[in-house]
């Protein structure tokens, strides 16, 4: 169990334009969403926390109208990067938790989409 | 000062041998703490958590915690090769749902 699933795998697109990255937890309903970004060599800097039907909660630093997040249901959560410039390009991981308690602290990560702006 | 601390090696070790990694955490009211496993272009997979001082055992994998020295490693005994990734050690942000990781420490095991 605790399957999370991210579409697409890899993405490249122009400069200017938006791309959208979905997030699914398969097996399990998912309280929180998480949004992650992470640069070559680097670790992963958390962008922001979505819970089901709420507004995300963004970290400090990240652009909240460039990086729009949708958690439309308790297995989906949406990212899409507007406006993309080649400094976007990174490789972007979602978690989801489930559970209730201290186990509700445990995230399941998505396969990651690495998105190339060109 | 960063979050979370850890030593970006490589850290080598043969087959066979014990990997030790180490991780400080600078947040005292942190209470839960986690170690991932990440493959390189891959995205991280949870190997164990720890809650409580003192060690957990898992198959080859013991997590140890002491939180008076705000200090959280990982063991892995009879390293393989497939060992071999960067391991992100995670401390859950006191009175928040949220995860600080470290920048991993890469782990190379050498046949």
């Known amino acids: 169990g605790a399957v999370v699933s991210q579409h697409p795998s890899w993405v490249i697109c122009k400069s200017g334009t938006s791309v959208k990255i979905e997030c699914r937890s398969l097996d399990f309903q998912a309280t929180t969403m998480f949004w992650y970004r992470q640069f070559p060599k680097q670790s992963l800097m958390l962008m922001a926390t979505?819970?089901?039907?709420?507004?995300?909660?963004?970290e400090q630093g990240v652009e909240k109208d460039k990086f729009l997040i949708n958690h439309a249901s308790l297995t989906l959560s949406t990212l899409t990067v507007t406006s993309a410039h080649p400094e976007d390009s990174s490789f972007y991981i979602c978690?989801?938790?489930?559970?209730?308690?201290?186990?509700?602290?445990?995230?399941?990560f998505g396969p990651g989409t690495r998105l190339t702006v060109t | 000062q960063k979050e979370v601390e850890q030593n970006s090696g490589p850290l080598s070790v043969p087959e066979g041998a014990i990997a030790s990694l180490n991780c400080t955490y600078s947040d005292r009211g942190s209470q839960s703490f986690f170690w991932y496993r990440q493959y390189s272009g891959k995205s991280p997979e949870l190997i164990m958590f720890i809650y409580s001082n003192g060690d957990k055992e898992d198959g080859r994998f013991t997590a140890q915690l002491n939180k008076a020295s705000q200090y959280v490693s990982l063991l892995i005994r009879d390293s393989q090769p497939s060992d071999s990734a960067t391991y992100l050690c995670?401390?859950?942000?006191?009175?928040?749902?949220?995860?600080?990781f470290g920048a991993g420490t890469r782990l190379a095991v050498h046949p």
């Open positions: 995670a401390v859950l942000s006191g009175g928040y749902n949220k995860l600080i």
């Open positions: 979505s819970n089901e039907g709420s507004k995300a909660t963004y």
């Open positions: 978690s989801a938790s489930r559970g209730s308690g201290r186990r509700s602290y445990e995230q399941y």
